[in-house]
């Protein structure tokens, strides 16, 4: 197993790595809509919030070698799935061609009353 860390997404904020990478895949933790560069939420729109999180992945990937090209799994964790249709054209605009297996849910609470997390797995 490789811990992965790059400063082009935000820090963990909490007792976690940014990514692992193992046998060949890569495993992001959960992104929220945390700016890398001042650690502040991004909650102006959903979709601005949703780019920040696709973002801190991508980030976290291409550091990696990797893309958004391999990624084969994405999971979304909505505050609000009134959200899904909003989210959903954003995240289309980082998947047109490419569209890897996803799941999408509502949850209760997002660390820092963020409105959504993000976290993928992505071939290495």
Not at 18 to 39: E, H, R, V, Y
Not at 74 to 97: P, Q, T, W
Request: hydrophobic share 45%.
């Amino acid at each position: 197993m490789e811990v992965l860390h790059t400063d082009k997404a935000p820090a963990a904020v909490g007792p976690y790595s940014q990514a692992i990478k193992a046998n060949g895949m890569i495993f992001t933790s959960g992104q929220i809509p945390l700016c890398p560069a001042t650690g502040e939420l991004v909650t102006e729109t959903i979709e601005k919030a949703a780019e920040r999180s696709l973002e801190n992945n991508k980030a976290i990937l291409e550091n990696a070698g990797s893309s958004l090209d391999k990624v084969i799994k994405v999971a979304i964790f909505l505050a609000d799935i009134n959200d899904f249709a909003k989210v959903n054209e954003v995240y289309g605009r980082y998947f047109s061609d490419h569209k890897p297996a996803r799941s999408c849910v509502q949850v209760a609470a997002l660390p820092k009353g963020a409105p959504i997390e993000i976290e993928m797995i992505a071939l290495a």
